[in-house]
């Protein structure tokens, strides 16, 4: 679960990516990536979506890409992968990368069920939740203003009341 | 691997570009960071130059663990000879622009002579170009990075840049990456300006190999871990640096009015909670935890509307308690003009207010000032100078000569309110009842400075064998130590210890809110040791970093006696130890610095630097420490 408004853009997530994934610091090679307005302060992560209809794993022509129902995710089978790339032209939020050096394309894998972007975010921009937990986290989030504003109004009258 | 990061040299002057690798030896020896700039620096200057003739040399670098997973390695440090001091110029910032330069396969950039004409500097994958900076020269640092990224055509470009303070050669025009992340002190931005360089762009694709990646990987989640779970830093991480204003205003620990009095009184308004109310969120520098950085936007007044990073404790003051205005609008807008300007807030505010108390004193009348009402409180001449100080106009072209060539064109006795160190203003606090902070900012090697040697933990009481835990280590101490911050016990080795700790954190490009600065529990030699090992493959023991540090504070003190520094420039103006603190609680009103004791404690200090009685390296310090030759000209 990615929530730009938690995220400070420090970049950590994308520090860790690509070590774990690479062996080598580098963001260009991260499978996630934090896309900043710095002049009006807002971050947004981006990363795979794990679409359920994925344009990648639809344009493949030699059906490298698939989905791994036990961790939800799509992945890409290298043995089958052929590096034509047409899955880095297809898919609309830029979360397939290639890299250059090993001439392979490579996105967000979940980390095989532990991803370091969550485990090292420590203000949960990023995070790892199970899929029915989403809605309910989100729910809350947003009650939770709404809370405040009600206890606001509930101090006000109690001190008129006084 | 950090260790193949390369020292490119850029001559300006002739368009000369040429770069060599960084030997393990000169890793070992300088480290990296600020450390390694004071070798740089040394070896490439002539002596006796004017700070801004094209004699004089810019070093731009990152630490040596820039960009690795040692959480919070953003720092930049940029040195040269100071146009404010005429002694060392060094300042420092965070942000992103040194781990673009880093990814572009550079960690220092030593730049000599001029350009005929403004131009920028873009360094991208092991190359060096120099850019024809005529679109941005004139532009506000922030424009400046826009224009540069649209010109080059992209995004992630990173770039340190100076702002029109720069270009007008302000003594004082700071450096700035981003928003806010300002190499502050000793005017190196107008270093830059007078080489017509207007930026340093960076961006970078290449691999930084680590040696041990995934033990880097496990040690960082620790390190982060110890980080954020100090107390200190999860308030850092909720209010930013204003909390310490809280912290010091309320005890009469801050400069106000000048140095007419230690604390603001009624300041509410500009307190840390205050200006909460008025932020919109924190912000983090690369790859940190702690996000100290609060973002907002200024509700009200010539600015309404702009978007910005800070205000830090040094603009509550500088913008607050100095001047005397207790408007949190004004803190914001001149948050705004100093980062939009390029001139350093602490210096300008320390100008502002200095002005303010020769216009109430009457060496200067509304004449002096173009008719603005210079008394303490008045928030829109505090706006007005920042703006007439940036661009020389009347009085501000004065102060942007900063303290002491100021008080000489002024003349008129302006000279003894001034409260500054080698020519730099002192920093927002008032020491008058804490020694071992009087001894940090008068030793300073770039004048008083709270970011040198500042034992700030001094302030908290600590028992004596949670101090002696600290403060022994790696080097054995069995000296006094007191946890009287009044006292004078103990303080000279708590200044050098940290002297020490700071520039091992300056070379490494760590933030100082990761060590041993304002929280006691934060990490220190031996957890440096290891995040080197696992980052960069060298070993260095705990006690070979810290007589790296030695050896580079060595080097930065050997700098400033070449251009002419002697024992007397280690001193407090007169008024520390002839003004009583006027406020603050019982214990801290009525303190003033005991000449004699104070006097003692440079000995001492001397004494733990290697140094002889005139503060002079001795020879066997420098035979002991490997730089008794030196310029060596190694790389």
């Given at each position: 679960?990615?929530?730009?408004?938690k995220?400070?853009g420090?970049?950590?997530?994308e520090?860790?990516?690509?070590?774990?994934?690479?062996?080598?610091?580098?963001?260009?090679?991260?499978?996630?990536?934090?896309?900043?307005?710095?002049?009006?302060?807002?971050?947004?992560?981006?990363?795979?979506?794990q679409c359920?209809?994925?344009?990648?794993?639809?344009v493949c022509?030699?059906?490298?890409?698939?989905?791994?129902?036990?961790?939800?995710?799509?992945?890409?089978?290298?043995?089958t992968?052929?590096?034509?790339?047409m899955?880095?032209a297809?898919?609309?939020?830029g979360?397939?990368?290639?890299?250059?050096?090993t001439?392979?394309v490579?996105?967000?894998?979940?980390?095989?069920?532990?991803?370091?972007?969550?485990?090292?975010?420590?203000?949960?921009?990023?995070?790892y939740?199970d899929a029915?937990r989403?809605?309910?986290?989100?729910?809350?989030?947003a009650?939770?203003?709404?809370n405040?504003?009600?206890?606001k109004?509930?101090?006000?009258?109690?001190?008129?009341?006084? | 691997?950090?260790?193949?990061?390369?020292?490119?040299?850029i001559?300006?002057?002739?368009?000369?570009i040429?770069?060599?690798?960084?030997?393990?030896?000169?890793?070992?020896?300088?480290?990296?960071?600020?450390g390694l700039?004071?070798?740089?620096?040394?070896?490439?200057?002539?002596?006796?130059?004017?700070?801004?003739?094209?004699?004089n040399v810019?070093v731009?670098?990152?630490?040596?663990?820039?960009g690795?997973?040692?959480?919070?390695t953003?720092r930049?440090?940029?040195?040269?000879?100071?146009?404010?001091?005429?002694?060392?110029?060094?300042?420092?910032?965070?942000?992103?622009?040194?781990p673009?330069l880093?990814?572009?396969?550079?960690?220092?950039?030593?730049?000599?002579?001029?350009?005929?004409?403004?131009?920028?500097?873009?360094?991208?994958?092991?190359?060096?170009?120099?850019?024809?900076a005529?679109?941005?020269?004139?532009?506000?640092?922030?424009e400046t990075?826009q224009?540069?990224?649209?010109?080059?055509?992209?995004?992630?470009?990173?770039?340190?840049a100076?702002g029109?303070?720069?270009?007008?050669l302000?003594?004082?025009?700071?450096?700035?990456s981003?928003?806010?992340?300002?190499?502050?002190?000793?005017?190196m931005?107008?270093?830059?300006?007078?080489?017509?360089?207007k930026?340093?762009a960076?961006?970078?694709?290449?691999?930084?190999k680590?040696?041990?990646?995934?033990?880097?990987l496990?040690?960082?989640?620790?390190?982060?871990?110890?980080?954020?779970?100090?107390?200190?830093?999860?308030?850092?991480?909720?209010?930013?640096?204003p909390?310490?204003?809280?912290?010091?205003?309320?005890?009469?620990?801050?400069?106000?009015?000048?140095?007419r009095?230690?604390q603001?009184e009624n300041?509410d308004?500009i307190?840390?909670?205050?200006?909460?109310?008025?932020s919109i969120?924190m912000?983090?520098?690369?790859?940190?935890?702690?996000?100290?950085?609060?973002?907002?936007?200024?509700?009200?007044?010539?600015?309404?509307?702009?978007?910005?990073?800070g205000?830090?404790?040094?603009?509550q003051?500088?913008?607050g308690?100095?001047?005397?205005?207790?408007?949190?609008?004004?803190?914001?807008?001149?948050?705004?003009?100093?980062n939009?300007?390029g001139?350093?807030?602490?210096?300008a505010?320390?100008?502002?207010?200095?002005a303010?108390?020769?216009?109430?004193?009457g060496i200067?009348t509304?004449?002096?000032?173009d008719?603005?009402?210079?008394?303490?409180?008045?928030?829109?001449?505090?706006?007005?100078?920042?703006?007439?100080?940036?661009?020389?106009?009347?009085?501000g072209?004065?102060?942007a000569e900063?303290?002491?060539?100021a008080?000489?064109?002024?003349?008129?006795?302006?000279e003894?309110?001034?409260?500054?160190v080698?020519g730099?203003?002192?920093?927002n606090?008032?020491e008058?009842?804490?020694?071992a902070l009087?001894?940090n900012?008068?030793?300073?090697?770039?004048?008083?400075?709270?970011?040198?040697s500042?034992?700030?933990i001094?302030?908290?009481?600590?028992?004596?064998?949670?101090?002696?835990?600290?403060?022994?280590?790696?080097?054995?101490?069995?000296?006094?130590?007191?946890?009287?911050?009044?006292?004078?016990?103990?303080?000279?080795?708590?200044?050098?210890?940290?002297?020490q700790?700071?520039m091992g954190v300056?070379?490494?490009?760590?933030?100082?809110?990761?060590?041993?600065?304002?929280?006691?529990?934060?990490?220190?030699?031996?957890?440096w040791?290891?995040?080197?090992?696992y980052?960069?493959?060298?070993?260095?023991t705990?006690?070979?970093?810290?007589?790296?540090?030695?050896?580079?504070?060595?080097?930065e003190?050997?700098?400033?006696?070449?251009e002419?520094?002697?024992?007397?420039?280690?001193?407090?103006v007169d008024?520390?130890?002839?003004?009583p603190?006027?406020?603050?609680?019982?214990?801290?009103?009525?303190?003033?610095?005991?000449r004699e004791?104070?006097?003692?404690?440079?000995?001492?200090?001397?004494?733990?630097k290697g140094c002889d009685?005139?503060g002079?390296?001795?020879?066997?310090?420098?035979?002991?420490?490997?730089i008794?030759?030196?310029p060596?000209h190694?790389?």
């Open positions: 679960m990615l929530n730009y408004e995220c400070t420090c970049r950590l997530c520090m860790v990516c690509s070590v774990k994934h690479e062996g080598v610091l580098n963001p260009s090679k991260s499978r996630i990536k934090i896309v900043k307005w710095e002049w009006e302060g807002r971050y947004v992560p981006m990363s795979c979506q359920i209809s994925a344009p990648c794993l639809q022509p030699v059906k490298a890409i698939s989905r791994d129902e036990s961790l939800n995710r799509v992945q890409v089978d290298y043995d992968c052929i590096g034509c790339r899955c880095v297809a898919c609309p939020f979360a397939m990368g290639f890299n250059a050096d001439k392979k490579f996105k967000c894998d979940f980390c095989d069920g532990d991803p370091q972007c969550a485990r090292f975010c420590e203000v949960g921009a990023v995070q939740v029915d989403v809605a309910g986290e989100k729910q809350y989030a009650a939770e203003k709404f405040a504003v009600l206890q109004v509930a101090a006000a009258l109690a001190s008129v009341n006084q | 691997m950090p260790l193949d990061r390369r020292v490119g040299y001559n300006l002057t002739t368009g000369k040429e770069s060599k690798p960084i030997s393990r030896q000169i890793r070992k020896m300088f480290i990296g960071g600020r700039d004071a070798y740089l620096l040394y070896n490439n200057l002539k002596p006796g130059v004017d700070a801004l003739s094209p004699d810019a731009i670098s990152g630490g040596f663990l820039c690795t997973l040692a959480s919070a953003s930049y440090h940029v040195c040269g000879k100071s146009p404010l001091t005429n002694m060392l110029g060094s300042c420092n910032g965070g942000g992103f622009f040194t673009e880093t990814m572009a396969g550079f960690h220092h950039l030593v730049i000599t002579g001029k350009s005929p004409k403004p131009v920028y500097l873009f360094v991208h994958n092991g190359e060096i170009e120099i850019r024809d005529k679109n941005v020269w004139g532009q506000g640092v922030h990075q224009t540069i990224r649209e010109e080059l055509g992209d995004r992630e470009v990173k770039i340190l100076i029109p303070g720069g270009e007008k302000v003594r004082f025009a700071n450096v700035i981003g928003l806010k992340n300002s190499g502050g002190r000793t005017g931005g107008a270093v830059l300006g007078s080489k017509n360089l930026a340093v960076a961006r970078g694709t290449m691999d930084l680590l040696a041990h990646p995934m033990e880097a496990e040690y960082d989640k620790r390190f982060i871990t110890q980080i954020t779970s100090a107390k200190v830093n999860q308030t850092q991480g909720r209010i930013g640096t909390f310490i204003f809280g912290a010091t205003n309320s005890q009469g620990l801050v400069r106000a009015e000048n140095f009095k230690n603001l300041a308004a307190e840390a909670e205050a200006l909460d109310e008025l969120g912000a983090a520098c690369y790859g940190c935890q702690v996000h100290c950085r609060s973002k907002f936007i200024i509700p009200s007044g010539k600015y309404a509307g702009v978007y910005d990073e205000p830090e404790y040094t603009h003051c500088a913008f308690s100095e001047p005397g205005c207790r408007d949190p609008i004004t803190i914001l807008a001149a948050t705004h003009q100093s939009m300007y001139i350093d807030c602490l210096e505010g320390s100008m502002i207010a200095w303010m108390e020769l216009f109430e004193n200067l509304e004449k002096d000032t008719g603005i009402d210079l008394r303490f409180g008045n928030t829109e001449a505090v706006i007005a100078m920042m703006e007439r100080i940036t661009y020389r106009k009347g009085l072209d004065i102060l900063g303290p002491l060539r008080a000489k064109i002024i003349g008129k006795g302006s003894k309110y001034l409260v500054q080698k730099m203003s002192n920093l606090s008032d008058r009842a804490t020694p009087a001894l900012i008068a030793t300073a090697s770039r004048g008083s400075d709270h970011l040198r500042r034992p700030a001094d302030l908290y009481n600590l028992p004596e064998p949670v101090l002696r835990k600290i403060y022994s280590q790696p080097v054995k101490y069995d000296g006094p130590l007191s946890s009287d911050f009044r006292s004078y016990e103990g303080k000279p080795w708590q200044v050098f210890w940290q002297e700790t700071y300056d070379s490494l490009g760590i933030c100082k809110y990761h060590t041993t600065f304002l929280g006691a529990t934060l990490p220190n030699w031996e957890e040791s290891r995040v080197v090992y980052n960069t493959g060298i070993e260095m705990p006690l070979e970093l810290w007589t790296a540090a030695e050896r580079t504070n060595n080097l003190r050997l700098f400033n006696i070449r002419g520094l002697t024992r007397k420039d280690d001193m407090l008024r520390y130890f002839d003004e603190t006027p406020l603050g609680t019982p214990g801290i009103r009525g303190r003033t610095i005991d004791k104070f006097k003692q404690m440079i000995d001492l200090f001397y004494q733990y009685e005139n002079m390296p001795k020879p066997e310090t420098l035979q002991r420490l490997g008794d030759k030196e060596s190694l790389l």
